[in-house]
């Protein structure tokens, strides 16, 4: 497992939701356990060793509904993530794993709740400081579909340009 850079096209999908592992048999659902303990490790592998502070899995090259992420120091991971009760504005720049030495200012909310599923394949909720709430929208913009580029405004576009051709060039050779 490596990580995608853009213009890969796997980063545009939008992926859909995983099923539940209590649904599996007993069996099914170890497996199922065991699969999400093992991507969840190496996922958080690539992302630290990249620097970063989250990783959907769109940028290892998987279509699946599913992200890592760094909080208070503890590596933490999600399936079917989704965001509720989004509050606040700020203004932040921001960059991304798959899209190195690009960086785009964005609006974001300053706090929500966060539910999924856990790596243990139990349900759970937590609330969003302004630093999570930030990592939590731009991980489920990848599972969405989504890039920090599809939001720059015309001086981005150009100061990103060099940056942008250089990865589009890379994955032509």
């Known amino acids: 497992m490596q990580l995608v850079y853009y213009p890969d096209q796997?980063?545009?999908r939008i992926c859909a939701p995983c099923p539940d592992v209590?649904?599996?048999s007993k069996s099914q659902r170890t497996t199922s356990l065991k699969k999400r303990i093992a991507l969840s490790i190496e996922m958080w592998r690539i992302m630290t060793e990249n620097k970063g502070v989250g990783l959907a899995a769109t940028q290892v090259g998987l279509?699946?509904?599913m992200f890592v992420w760094k909080q208070y120091g503890v590596n933490r991971a999600i399936w079917n993530p989704t965001l509720s009760q989004?509050?606040?504005s700020?203004?932040?720049i921001e960059g991304c794993l798959s899209l190195p030495k690009v960086s785009v200012t964005l609006q974001r909310a300053t706090s929500c709740v966060l539910r999924g599923t856990g790596v243990d394949g139990l349900q759970f909720e937590l609330r969003g400081t302004e630093d999570t709430t930030r990592i939590w929208q731009h991980e489920i913009d990848h599972l969405d579909g989504k890039l920090i580029i599809d939001n720059m405004n015309r001086n981005e576009t150009i100061s990103n340009k060099k940056a942008l051709k250089r990865l589009r060039k890379k994955t032509v050779s």
């Open 86 to 88: 989004t509050k606040g």
């Open 22 to 24: 209590f649904g599996f």
């Open 10 to 12: 796997g980063l545009s």
């Open 90 to 92: 700020m203004e932040s």
């Open 63 to 65: 279509k699946i509904r």
